[in-house]
């Protein structure tokens, strides 16, 4: 059966930006009434938002900047005060599909280019979603000790398993939202595996995945990727997107599952004055 896919048009690509402010802005909130992050913070600036969360955090970002119309000058000044302030460096995830004014002002304040992710996305339901792998078992995490699980296994595949406790402090705030399904998968009954899904807005977003590396080109990401689709087709979501370091194996994984490129945000960053 032929999967008509929608167009990867700016109209696409402001509902997914909209829908990931939404979904990390959540996230600090959680993250901070739960005192995991207790100083993490949300600056709304330029019809997105910037993330602090802690020194150093991997999360500490902005989105979603310039999709709806020009960016002043004075938002993006903001911007870089409210990281100076928290003596961070800022950084910017931009889509293509930004106001090309947020790209202008960036270059002004000494934005330099440092990474790309890939934006996949699938219509749902999906037409075809396949079986676990032979020997590969997925449920969703239930009560705290699994959501322990869920982090541990997040953390260490994450790492390939050099884990500090920065990158566990991180992994369990993401595994007590409780707006978001953890979800684990087991290798041959032994933990192997995780997966996390958000449902909001009619879009599905998928993230956390991460596989111990004793475990890896077994099926198991493929299988965690396939059980999400489920659970989110039958959800009544009409949207799946998640995200990818260009050209690895988690992309190849996706592409497999029927993610298309939707487009590629750049990460631009200025570095802290010192």
Do not use: K
């Not at 997914?16 to 009434?33: C, F, P």
């Not at 599952?257 to 802290?272: C, D, I, N, W």
């Amino acid at each position: 059966m032929t999967v008509s896919y929608p167009l990867a048009d700016t109209g696409l690509a402001r509902r997914i930006e909209a829908g990931t402010v939404v979904d990390l802005v959540t996230y600090a909130e959680s993250a901070r009434a739960g005192g995991i992050y207790p100083d993490a913070a949300v600056l709304r600036v330029g019809g997105g938002a910037a993330l602090w969360f802690s020194e150093s955090n991997v999360v500490n970002g902005s989105f979603g900047l310039g999709m709806n119309g020009p960016v002043e000058e004075e938002e993006v000044a903001a911007l870089v005060a409210f990281f100076e302030e928290r003596d961070a460096s800022a950084r910017v995830d931009v889509c293509p599909h930004a106001d090309v004014s947020l790209r202008r002002w960036l270059a002004g304040y000494g934005f330099l280019a440092t990474d790309f992710e890939m934006v996949l996305y699938q219509p749902l339901p999906a037409v075809s979603v396949a079986d676990p792998a032979p020997g590969v078992e997925v449920r969703i995490a239930r009560g705290a000790e699994e959501r322990e699980l869920w982090a541990q296994l997040e953390a260490r595949g994450f790492r390939d398993e050099s884990v500090s406790e920065a990158d566990m402090t991180l992994a369990r705030a993401i595994s007590l939202r409780a707006d978001a399904l953890p979800f684990l998968g087991y290798l041959d009954g032994e933990p192997a595996g995780t997966g996390m899904l958000v449902l909001a807005d009619g879009l599905a977003l998928f993230n956390g995945d991460s596989t111990l590396p004793a475990h890896r080109g077994r099926g198991v990401q493929g299988s965690l990727l396939a059980e999400r689709l489920r659970h989110a087709s039958a959800s009544g979501a009409d949207l799946a997107v998640i995200e990818a370091t260009p050209g690895g194996v988690s992309m190849r994984n996706q592409e497999r599952a029927g993610f298309r490129v939707a487009y590629t945000r750049v990460t631009l960053e200025r570095p802290l004055a010192r």
